[in-house]
């Protein structure tokens, strides 16, 4: 996630969700690089986002970094509908190799939107099918083509803003809430 942060542009002071971050070690990492931002780790899974994961993860990176942590970490537990999060919370939310294992997809673009600032930026950093129908070979669910991510974003009131390369077979999709 590091060769995205001119991408992202955190800044001390915002508000990051990260959805679907699993034990949240890269979005902890990059708290502590970035410091005095306030990260809200989001997943379905208490057995892999929990506070134990959370304290080995800063232990990890304050130790990496050779600094102290200064930004705060929030754990939530959500549904595959449901964020519970106030109406534009977040200043910026990240995606990773995620959106495609939402089991209703247009349900979570719709807490997506409605959690967001106006204005806020979406980085989703996905797999993309190279044809209709391909499976993502890790988890068996099936992968959105760079068109369809697009579309379902627009759809639900974003504003498409660019797409970069994040790897052979994954692209980082940047869109911003009207």
Known sequence: MNQFLETFSLKPGE?????GCGGGIWEIGLGVLIGN???????????LLNPEEVQAALTYWEKHYAKVNTSTFSILINTPQRIPLA???????LIS??????????????EIARIMKTGG???VEEQ???????????????LFTAPELKQRFEKAGFI???????SEIAQLVTFQRL
């Open 15 to 19: 508000k990051i969700g990260s959805l």
């Open 128 to 142: 993309m099918a190279r044809f209709a129908g391909e499976i993502h070979e890790g988890c068996g669910k099936p």
């Open 37 to 47: 931002l306030d990260v809200v780790l989001m997943d379905i899974n208490p057995k």
């Open 121 to 123: 930026s979406v980085f």
């Open 160 to 166: 498409f803003r660019q797409a970069m390369p994040a």
């Open 97 to 110: 190799n995620a959106f495609h294992e939402f089991s209703d997809p247009e349900a979570m673009l719709r």
């Open 87 to 93: 109406d534009q919370t977040l200043d910026k939310l």
